[in-house]
Structures are given as structure tokens and as C-alpha cells.
T-cell receptor, first 112, second 111 residues
């Protein structure tokens, strides 16, 4: 089946540093979504990408839909302590059933 | 205002005792999903509905069933919970080809 490989698996960074994470697959996806999840809570949508090559920002967050439709990255600039959490990418498959599968997650820790 | 509501937030059941988790939405979205998430792992899709059309994932155990009586509500039934079914269960909704919105999840414990 389709898989999304997300990297890095975890990151420890200093407050104020920029962060970059990405998702890759051997399959094509129609839509990419990026989520942040805090412990014990549901994922919260950060950015949605609908077209190959699309670059979208949301405050300090920037994400891009890869031109091949097989990858996406998320950048966080000037990290702050509340950026701590697990970040997931999700891709909508081309099966025509509106199905989304999730990447393996990037656990981010920010050191003040 | 919560738009995807899951009840209860925490559910404790006994090994083998049937349990039902519920999800409701105020967004009038066509598509509703159930995901299972174990300890910091990726959410794993169990099944989803497009309107009344049910789509089961090939590796979802028969122990898991779902019902969608109307647009607003969707239920996850676990017929005979095992210890391995302890997890966070996440409900999500979307319009076709649009963003997924998640509820806060139900944390299921099996004793």
C-alpha cells in the first residue's frame, strides 16, 4: 500500500532556530496537509496544499507541495517553546475515495 | 466552538466487553473518517464514509465496525475489545478533496 516517509523522526533545537521537515513517497498524492498534535489531543491543521508546486505560508510556517506530487516539506522559522509537539503530514491518495494517509511524524523539542 | 465532537474523551472498558465511540459534526461534511492512533505513532485509517458509502481498509480487523445513521453522526463499534485495541480513536470530517478536521479524540483503555 501507499506509505509516507517523514523525516527527521525527531529534532531537538534551540529557541529561535529554523526547522525543516519533509514527507516523501513513491506514490502520487492529490493533496498534502500538515498537522501539529499535542499529547492527548487531536491533530490541528496547520497548512493545506492542493496543487503541485504550491507554496503556502501561515505565520512562521511555510509548506510546499512537491512538483512531482510525491513529496512535501514544512518549515518553521524562529521556533518558540510552544512549537513543541508532533508534526504529521497527510496525503490524499489518488484512489478516488477521499482517503488520507499519514506520515510517521516528526517529534519537535525546543530548548529555551 | 467545537465542530467535530467526540464522546467520551476517555473510555474504559473490560476485555471482551463491546464498546461504542461516537462522533458528531456541525460542518455538514460528506466524508467522515475513523483513525486509530497508538502512542505517538501515525494515525492509522480504519474506515471512512462518503455519505452513506462505506470504505473499509483491508487491514482493519473484523472486530471494528462502523455506523453512520445520518450526515452528522458516525459511530465506531468494537465488538470484543482486546488489550491491543487500547489507543486514541480519532474522528475526522472533510468535504471531498478538502481539509480534514479532527475531533479531540477518545482515549480507550481496556482492562
Amino acid at each position: 500500500g501507499q506509505q509516507l516517509n517523514q523525516s527527521p523522526q525527531s529534532m531537538f533545537i534551540q529557541e529561535g532556530e529554523d526547522v525543516s521537515m519533509n514527507c516523501t513517497s513513491s506514490s502520487i498524492f492529490n493533496t498534502w496537509l500538515w498537522y501539529k498534535q499535542d499529547p492527548g489531543e487531536g491533530p490541528v491543521l496547520l497548512i493545506a496544499l492542493y496543487k503541485a508546486g504550491e507554496l503556502t505560508s501561515n505565520g512562521r510556517l511555510t509548506a510546499q507541495f512537491g512538483i512531482t506530487r510525491k513529496d512535501s516539506f514544512l518549515n518553521i522559522s524562529a521556533s518558540i517553546p510552544s512549537d513543541v509537539g508532533i508534526y504529521f503530514c497527510a496525503g490524499q491518495t489518488t484512489s478516488g475515495t477521499y482517503k488520507y494517509i499519514f506520515g510517521t511524524g516528526t517529534r519537535l523539542k525546543v530548548l529555551a | 466552538d467545537a465542530m467535530v465532537i467526540q464522546n467520551p474523551r476517555y473510555q474504559v472498558t473490560q476485555f471482551g466487553k463491546p464498546v461504542t465511540l461516537s462522533c458528531s459534526q456541525t460542518l455538514n461534511h460528506n466524508v467522515m473518517y475513523w483513525y486509530q492512533q497508538k502512542s505517538s505513532q501515525a494515525p492509522k485509517l480504519l474506515f471512512h464514509y462518503y455519505d452513506k458509502d462505506f470504505n473499509n481498509e483491508a487491514d482493519t480487523p473484523d472486530n471494528f465496525q462502523s455506523r453512520r445513521p445520518n450526515t452528522s453522526f458516525c459511530f465506531l463499534d468494537i465488538r470484543s475489545p482486546g488489550l491491543g485495541d487500547a489507543a486514541m480513536y480519532l474522528c475526522a470530517t472533510s468535504r471531498p478533496n478538502e481539509k480534514l478536521f479532527f475531533g479531540s479524540g477518545t482515549q480507550l483503555s481496556v482492562l
